[in-house]
Structures are given as C-alpha cells and as structure tokens.
C-alpha cells in the first residue's frame, strides 16, 4: 500500500518552511498594523515559527521537542490581536507563500488551514 504524504512533505518540506519563514517576517515587520507589536530582534520568532509550522503541516515535531507543549493561544495573549491582525497576518503568509513559489492549490490549502488559528488567537475587540 502506498503512503499518503503529509503536507509537509508536499510543499517541499524543511527547504520550504525555511524559506516561507524568512519571506514572511520581513513583510510581517514591514506592515503598519503588525510590526509594532512585534520585537526588533525577529530571529528568535522565525526560528520557533519555523518549528511551529514545521510540525503543524505534519513534519517532524521540533517545537514540542525543542520549546515545548504549543500553547498557541496562550502564548499570543500577551499580544493585542484583533480580527483585522488575524487578516493582516494572513495577507503576509499569502505574499510570502506567492514570493517563494508557492501556487495554488496548495497555496490555498495551506492558507485555509492557517485561518483557524489565526482568528481562534483573536483575543482583543477592534
Ligand atoms: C493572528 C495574527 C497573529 C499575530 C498578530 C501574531 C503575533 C505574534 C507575536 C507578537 C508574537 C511574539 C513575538 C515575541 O516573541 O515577542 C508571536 C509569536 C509566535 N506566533 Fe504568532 N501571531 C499571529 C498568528 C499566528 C499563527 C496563525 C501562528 C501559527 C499557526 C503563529 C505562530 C507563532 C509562533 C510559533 C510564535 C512563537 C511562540 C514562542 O514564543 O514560542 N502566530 N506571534
């Protein structure tokens, strides 16, 4: 029997997630409404985004191994987001995904999937 690929796998695995990562903070810190809540010093945020998203689309679990349990929503309750941070930080990840290469349909599944996190961490009213 063949085995299904993960996600991960699909896009293109550790060589994708690193350069999604590295297209989306410069646009994420460039942006009006999200570069101010985020720190000057990102490096340490790609790295864990990285883990993060390495092994939320199915590849190897490197930030439970390497910071811990996720935690997510919790981790972003320091943070003010609004509905429109949610939008705005997926506009970024659809840029970064169209910059790298990234096409449709994967592109869109990938976005589709992000959605749910993203507005579950809203967490402060417009
Ligand atoms: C909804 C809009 C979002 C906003 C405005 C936002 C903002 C932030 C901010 C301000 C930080 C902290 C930076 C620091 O350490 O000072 C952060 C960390 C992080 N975010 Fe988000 N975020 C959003 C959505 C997401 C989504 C959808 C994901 C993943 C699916 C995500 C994954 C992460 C990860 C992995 C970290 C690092 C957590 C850690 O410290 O271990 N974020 N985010």
């Known amino acids: 029997m063949r085995e299904e690929k993960t996600f991960y796998e699909l896009v293109g695995g550790a060589d994708t997630f690193r350069s999604l990562v590295q297209a989306f903070y410069p646009k994420v810190q460039a942006h009006p409404n999200l570069g101010p809540i985020f720190p000057e ?18 590849g190897p679990p490197l930030y439970s191994e390497t910071v811990g349990p996720p935690m997510m929503r919790a981790r972003h309750l320091p943070f003010p987001i609004t509905q429109q941070r949610a939008h705005d930080w997926l506009g970024c990840m659809s840029a970064a995904m169209e910059e790298i290469g990234l096409s449709d349909p994967l592109r869109e599944a990938m976005l589709e999937r992000l959605k749910i996190p993203a507005f579950h961490f809203v967490n402060t009213p417009e």
């Open 41 to 58: 010093d990102i490096t340490p945020v790609m790295e864990k985004q990285y883990m993060f998203l390495t092994q939320f689309f199915g």
